[in-house]
């Protein structure tokens, strides 16, 4: 008789039982691609979403329905939303990449009017945190250096 440490890995779903190989199956956007190890007594499946990430789901978190993607459906308004040719700032939004921050937010490749190109997040120009390619900052930069350069007296 023991714990239940000397089981093999494929018997050590919860109460005993023998864990169904879930290898292949789709749950929503995830494709399961192999088992790993268990994490506090659930049975844990290494998983590649739709949109290229990997995520480490459970069995109980497959069956149910409660993981069905990396995380990425929940931005899924973002991720629907076509910003193609909308100005934000400096920037003009050109196409989504097939990339994605924290959470799941969607890159979009921009251009600036400097020329350059950047890749943000559809979140962060709808919230007007990325004007430019990072231009605007040297001059804003520029601006206050020759400001400080006016006001400060030479002869000191």
Partial sequence: MSCGCMRKPEEQARGGRKANDLTGRRYGKLTVLKRVENMKGQVMWKCRCDCGQITIASSHGLNTGSKKSCGCLRYSNSRKQDIAGKRFGKLVALYPLNKHRGGGSVLWKCQCDCGKQAEITVSDLNK???????????????????RLQEISPSDA
Wanted: net charge positive; aromatic share 0%; glycine share 10%.
């Fill in 128 to 146: 007007g945190n990325n004007k430019s390619c990072g231009c605007m900052k040297i001059e804003c930069q520029k601006m206050v250096r020759d």
